[in-house]
Each structure stands twice: as structure tokens, then as C-alpha cells.
């Protein structure tokens, strides 16, 4: 797998999509998650439908950003379309703009796509960091049943989930800021132009059309899926993470947190 920055007119390896509104405080550290990638040859498309143009963005001096602002607002699932369809690669993968991505995380859902000869692949099992709590925490979403912590903006709770919880049958295959899937996948079935699960329908969708799901746990510091109080994701993990793990984990993560 070539790790060197494509050349002007070659077609990049993945093409990382990133929908965007009123988050320019953090898209320098989404930028970073990008450019630190150890598969090189890669673009990053943002489309920005915020008030005003990013002036973070677009200062940056990198032939593998592509940014658009958009003059009104768009869903999400519309933004999403749009961005794929300006994706020059064989291979989409969504990096949401509040999400910490490790150095290492695209070359292992590559990797992953081709071992398992999928079309996608998601994480299954990942970490989390809540702003509210200040604490990591780690979510298997295979796991459907007994206690779990409900973490959101509101205090944390713990709530026991009874064997065949018809809520949760699909859960494992939501949170689209894991979702790595060729374009011809979404070519087939774009996503529905709305604000909420666009990414769960999606999924859905195409594994309805037979698309195989390569399912990942991470237990290696792949991501952090951030919650804090302007987000809409609501968690439900098993664990909480020691702070004495933190650091051998995610190195990196003090300084984006």
C-alpha cells in the first residue's frame, strides 16, 4: 500500500468526507486526524454549509483538501450525497469534524475491506470521550443485553438492557463516523436527505441489497467517538476507561480533548 502524497490528475487511494456547520474551533484538530494518516494518498473533501466560509480551511496550503462552502443549509444525508459524489476515489470514508481518527485508523479499515472481502466496514466495538463526564469510556455494540451506562448530556445513569431489546437489533450498525464503504455502494443507494440516522437508513439499505459488513472492534486506539453537549449522539458503554490507560492508549489525545 503506497504511503507517498498522489501526484496531480492520480486518483487518491480513499477520499475521507467530512459534513460540516459551525465548527470552525475544531476543524484544525479534524484537519490533523487527516494529515497525520499514514496512508498518504488521500484526499479530504469538507462541505460547509456554517454562515460564514471556514478562514481555517481556507488558508490551508494542502493540494488534498477539497472544501466547499455552500451558500444555504443542507441536511446532513444531502451534504453527505454531495461530498461523495465529488469523492475521486474507489473508497469513501467519513471522518465526522468532532472525532479523533489515530495516525493508523485508515490503513486498518483498508486492511480490514480487503482480509474480509467487503464493500464496508465499521467499527463494532469502539471508545468514547465525553466532555460532560470527562471521562473514556469503551462501547461493544455487540453486546445487547445487561447493565450499560447512558452516556449524553445529561447526568450518567446506568440502565440494564433486557435479552432481545428490539431498540438495539440493529445498533451495531449505526454511527456512521466509523463507516469506510466503496463509492459504488452509496452510488446505488445514496443517503436520505435528513438531519438524523441518514447514516443508520444507509447502512441498512445496503446491507438489505447484500453488501457484506466487515464489523471491527477496536482494541487497539483506532478512534474516539467525543461527545459533548452540541452533539446529538446518545452511548450506551459498558466501561469505563482508567486514566492510567489513557495515555498508553492515545497518545495524542490530551491535546485534542
Partial sequence: MSTSTPSAGVRPLVSVVTPTYGRETMLPAAYRCFASQDVADSEWIVLDDSDTPSAFLASLDDPRVRYRHLPSRLTIGEKRNIAN????????????????????????????????QADFAKLSAFFLYSHVYRKFGYWDLLLKEGPHLRWSPAPMTVVTLEPGNGAFRDNHLGYGFSYCYRKSVWAGHPFPHQQFNEDGEFIVNAVARGTRVALLQDDAGLCVHVLHQSNTSICFPQYVIPDVLVQRLFPGMPDFV
Fill in 85 to 116: 459524489d465529488m469523492a475521486r476515489a474507489d473508497v469513501i470514508a467519513h471522518f465526522d469534524d468532532d472525532e479523533y481518527y489515530a495516525p493508523h485508523y485508515l490503513r486498518t479499515m483498508l486492511a480490514s475491506m480487503d482480509s474480509q
